[in-house]
């Protein structure tokens, strides 16, 4: 199965929390881009957890005689993200290696 990511749709002011009917569109905007700041928030702690965790495998490889890079794990993560996020997705994921090779 092929997912896709969802095209940005109007955030409802009951999902907000404003409910007032006299709110503006500068509120709308302003509490949605407060949620954006919110998963971009959440997204910089998980890929700083992932750096984390990759360095660990790459610590646990090389004290085991192994490689600190494995390309074609790498190929694996790749496809992953180009079949989840289409084209920039493959950019997303050559971006989150780079964060995390060679951080050990």
Do not use: F
């Amino acid at each position: 199965m092929r997912l896709r990511v969802p095209r940005a749709t109007r955030t409802a002011p009951e999902e907000t929390g404003m409910t007032n009917q006299t709110t503006s569109a500068d509120d709308i905007i302003a509490a949605t881009r407060a949620r954006i700041d919110e998963v971009d928030r959440r997204i910089i702690e998980l890929i700083t957890e992932r750096v984390a965790l990759s360095g660990e495998v790459q610590r646990t490889r090389i004290a085991a005689g192994g490689r600190r890079v494995q390309l074609t794990r790498e190929m694996e993560v790749i496809n992953r993200y180009r079949t989840a996020l289409d084209k920039p997705g493959r950019e997303v994921a050559m971006a989150l290696l780079e964060l995390c090779r060679g951080r050990i």
